[in-house]
């Protein structure tokens, strides 16, 4: 079977906060390509950006009015061709669409688990209201036009992850993300939610990180479980 993983678009309902940069004819484009190349097509969470209201506390209505700013586009993901998992910047999807937070697969021999890999993640793990409170203080910083405070932000959530995606067998969040898959019985695990594209093993097992589609960026995962490819894509 061959599979396309999306993840981290961050769709939002337009402006400084819609973080997605696409322009949504050309990315239904490149959805084309990927229907016809791909048999299924998962997107693995932070699809949409629910957390960035002008007050907090509004993730329902705020998927609502993305879905509303990206219509084409809501409309091809709720078509069978895809699985659609929730992230943490869209966990209200849990309950608004029943997506849920992960998806096993085990085809031609391969056991293959896709989460957003925010379950890795011991800031949102412990202190989920505290890590939504900071992206929705994100999304005023984003208002204001100060990116660069966002980006130290993001570098030091990096940090609390204990991202070294140089060193994968000292990536913590890498090493908790296989040993949730060995746990699962899975020999290849997908995620998202760092926005940092790997592929990297661990053992016998496969760690595979999509990237983010977002900010105009096309970061992708083709899986091919009839010839053992797995690889990481950037660009239509």
């Avoid at 949102?124 to 203080?137: I, P, Q």
């Avoid at 949730?180 to 016998?204: F, K, M, P, S």
């Avoid at 097992?205 to 995962?221: D, I, P, T």
Wanted: proline share 3%; net charge negative.
């Amino acid at each position: 079977m061959k599979i396309a993983v999306l993840s981290d678009l961050h769709l939002g309902h337009g402006g400084r906060v819609d973080g997605f940069g696409h322009d949504d004819g050309e990315f239904l484009t490149f959805l084309n390509r990927l229907e016809a190349d791909h048999e299924r097509i998962v997107l693995a969470g932070d699809v949409w950006e629910t957390l960035h209201s002008k007050t907090p506390g509004k993730a329902a209505r705020e998927l609502a009015r993305c879905r509303a700013a990206h219509p084409e586009i809501a409309a091809r993901f709720e078509l069978p061709h895809y699985t659609y998992l929730h992230g943490n910047h869209d966990f209200v999807a849990a309950n608004v669409v029943a997506a849920p937070d992960m998806l096993h697969l085990n085809v031609d021999g391969t056991r293959l688990l896709f989460m957003h890999g925010h379950q890795m993640d011991w800031v949102v793990k412990n202190a989920r209201a505290f890590s939504e409170f900071v992206v929705w203080l994100g999304g005023w910083v984003m208002r204001l036009g100060l990116s660069p405070i966002k980006r130290l932000v993001e570098r030091f959530e990096e940090v609390l992850r204990g991202e070294r995606a140089d060193v994968p067998e000292e990536d913590r969040f890498q090493l908790a993300s296989v040993a949730r898959a060995a746990e699962l019985g899975a020999d290849i695990v997908v995620t998202g939610h760092t926005h940092n594209a790997i592929v990297a093993e661990h053992g016998d097992r496969l760690f595979m990180n999509s990237g983010s589609c977002s900010e105009g960026v096309y970061s992708w995962l083709s899986l091919d479980t009839a010839q053992g490819r797995y690889v990481h894509q950037v660009g239509i």
